[in-house]
């Protein structure tokens, strides 16, 4: 089991299969007592959840070690005000190439709080740290400037762009590991 990640102000709680079949399930209460957390009123919502997982339960339940690869929910506050912020995904373990993909979410109240720089800051130290990766990539929009402050202040640089399959071309970042 992978152990939580602790920034200044966050807990970065791992995902878990029980957790993610809750909140794809509408469940709640559940969600909330396996995070620990209260889940912001509108969060996460259906086109969170399908972005953060663009496979299947049933994929994720075939493979949930290698799915839900450094997952975490950004969980802010202390007992008993803890509350979910927001949440870090990697598109799965990372292939051969050793590139792992990271993206996350904000909820919108807690939006513009430096939460995501501090998440996706430690996020990114963590999978570097793990054997065989060898980069972490980010994409986002030329128009989203709160996703680019994130990916600059976390030290990525501009690698290529990539077409979205609806929305268009989307910028390609990655930090390297160090050699």
Same mark, same amino acid.
């Given at each position: 089991?992978?152990?939580?990640?602790?920034?200044?102000?966050?807990?970065?709680?791992?995902?878990?299969?029980?957790?993610?079949?809750?909140?794809?399930?509408?469940?709640?209460?559940?969600?909330?007592?396996?995070?620990?957390?209260?889940?912001?009123?509108?969060?996460?919502?259906?086109?969170?959840? =399908?972005? #953060?997982?663009? *496979?299947?339960?049933?994929?994720? /339940?075939?493979?949930? &070690?290698?799915?839900?690869?450094? $997952?975490? !929910?950004?969980?802010?506050?202390?007992?008993?005000?803890?509350?979910?912020?927001?949440?870090?995904?990697?598109?799965?373990?990372?292939?051969?190439?050793?590139?792992? =993909?990271? #993206?996350?979410? *904000?909820?919108?109240?807690?939006? /513009?709080?430096?939460? &995501?720089?501090?998440?996706?800051? $430690?996020? !990114?130290?963590?999978?570097?740290?793990?054997?065989?990766?060898?980069?972490?990539?980010?994409?986002?929009?030329?128009?989203?400037?709160?996703?680019?402050?994130?990916?600059?202040?976390?030290?990525? *640089?501009?690698?290529?762009?990539?077409?979205?399959?609806?929305?268009?071309?989307?910028?390609?970042?990655?930090?390297?590991?160090?050699?």
């Amino acid at each position: 089991m992978t152990t939580p990640l602790r920034t200044a102000r966050l807990e970065l709680v791992p995902m878990t299969l029980a957790m993610v079949e809750a909140v794809m399930l509408g469940r709640r209460e559940s969600s909330e007592h396996l995070a620990r957390a209260r889940m912001p009123e509108r969060w996460p919502n259906h086109e969170l959840i =399908e972005r #953060a997982f663009p *496979v299947s339960l049933d994929d994720l /339940r075939a493979e949930p &070690a290698a799915r839900l690869w450094g $997952a975490r !929910v950004m969980v802010a506050g202390v007992e008993p005000d803890r509350r979910v912020v927001g949440s870090i995904v990697f598109h799965g373990r990372p292939a051969e190439d050793g590139v792992a =993909e990271i #993206a996350y979410g *904000v909820e919108e109240g807690s939006q /513009r709080q430096g939460y &995501a720089t501090e998440a996706v800051t $430690a996020c !990114v130290d963590w999978a570097l740290a793990q054997p065989g990766v060898r980069a972490v990539q980010a994409t986002t929009f030329a128009w989203h400037h709160p996703s680019l402050r994130v990916i600059a202040n976390v030290g990525m *640089v501009r690698v290529g762009e990539r077409e979205h399959e609806t929305l268009g071309e989307m910028i390609v970042f990655e930090r390297r590991v160090a050699l």
